[in-house]
Nanobody, 115 residues
Framework: QVHLVESGGGLVQPGGSLRLSCSAS????????MNWYRRAPGQERELVAL???????NYTDSVKGRFTISRENAWNRVYLQMSSLKPEDTAVYYC?????????WGKGALVTVSS
């Protein structure tokens, strides 16, 4: 069984920063691409960032230059450093991995950007 657990969400003012963490178990973490998705209120879930096993990173256009994805294979963790946060970044953020023929999701971390 694969388990993904997100942490680090919360309330932050516009322009502020937060770091999300995702701890993974049940997979050979180092060989998997890890993804961060988000679902804003009333919207579809969207891919925010991914990092491959080789360390290649990709971001959706709306977060480029503000968010940074990273991974720490020794601890089976993936991070999402979010800076210059905007109200439109408000969403539940999910960690995701494709393993054993299916997608696995964490329960999500709520990020609220508001003054």
């Amino acid at each position: 069984q694969v388990h993904l657990v997100e942490s680090g969400g919360g309330l932050v003012q516009p322009g502020g920063s937060l770091r999300l963490s995702c701890s993974a178990s049940g997979i050979n973490f180092a060989i998997h691409t890890m993804n961060w998705y988000r679902r804003a209120p009333g919207q579809e879930r969207e891919l925010v960032a991914l990092i491959t096993s080789a360390g290649t990173k990709n971001y959706t256009d709306s977060v480029k230059g503000r968010f940074t994805i990273s991974r720490e294979n020794a601890w089976n963790r993936v991070y999402l450093q979010m800076s210059s946060l905007k109200p439109e970044d408000t969403a539940v953020y999910y960690c995701n991995v494709n393993s054993r023929g299916r997608l696995w999701w964490g329960k999500g971390a709520l990020v609220t950007v508001s003054s």
